[in-house]
Structures are given as C-alpha cells and as structure tokens.
C-alpha cells in the first residue's frame, strides 16, 4: 500500500513555471513507478508524464514534451513534475498515481488527491 500526495499547484501566467511534488508514504515507494495525470473541467483524465522505479526511463505526452520534465528522489519518497513555459491549456487538476509508466489511467492501482494548476493569458 501507498499513499500519495500532490503539493505545488497554484495561479500563474502563460510562460511561467510551477513545480509540482507527489509524496508518499510507505517504505516500498522506491520500487513504484510514478505517473502523473491531468483532468481539465468537462474532460477526461489524460496522462502527462511518467517515471520508472529507478528513474531510468521516463515518459511524457507529446503536448508536454521538451517543457515539462518528471524526476524522483526515492530517498525523499518523492517525485516531482517541473513544467516550464505553461500554457493556459494546461490548466487542470493534477494527480500523481502508482505504480505504472502506462499512459492509461487505469492501469494505476494508487492517486493522490490532486492539486490544482491554473495558467492564465
């Protein structure tokens, strides 16, 4: 069992940066595999980004490639989802899940509750 925690959402303008943190409890969290997701009002869930236990291989969708970037330190029981250069089309809720890579949400078995990120124009 895991439990996950988003942190770092907030308001900010097009072309700013925000950092987001999913924290977790447990001693296993090392060996899980991370995602991240986002669901925008009246849209289904969509993945962002996601990174191996290791931290080795990580994945992103084509809309957040080359601007956002997911890391972990297994140490801290954390892993992070850096997002530069946002646009107002990333504005949405965000949730940190476990334990997967794949880019459907219900191949995920834990969520955090999610942390909201609104970019304005």
């Known amino acids: 069992q895991v439990q996950l925690v988003e942190s770092g959402g907030g308001l900010v303008q097009a072309g700013g940066s925000l950092r987001l943190s999913c924290g977790a409890s447990?001693?296993?969290?090392?060996?899980?595999?991370v995602g991240w997701f986002h669901q925008a009002p009246g849209k289904e869930r969509e993945f962002v980004a996601a990174i191996s236990w290791s931290g080795d291989s990580t994945y992103y969708a084509d809309s957040v490639k080359g601007r956002f970037r997911i890391s972990r330190i297994n140490a801290r029981n954390t892993v992070y989802l850096q997002m530069d250069s946002l646009k107002p089309e990333d504005t949405a809720v965000y949730y940190c899940?476990?334990?997967?890579?794949?880019?459907?949400?219900?191949?995920?078995?834990?969520w955090g509750q999610g942390t909201q990120v609104t970019v304005s124009s």
């Open positions: 899940a476990a334990d997967s890579t794949a880019t459907m949400s219900d191949l995920y078995d834990y």
């Open positions: 447990g001693r296993t969290f090392s060996s899980y595999a």
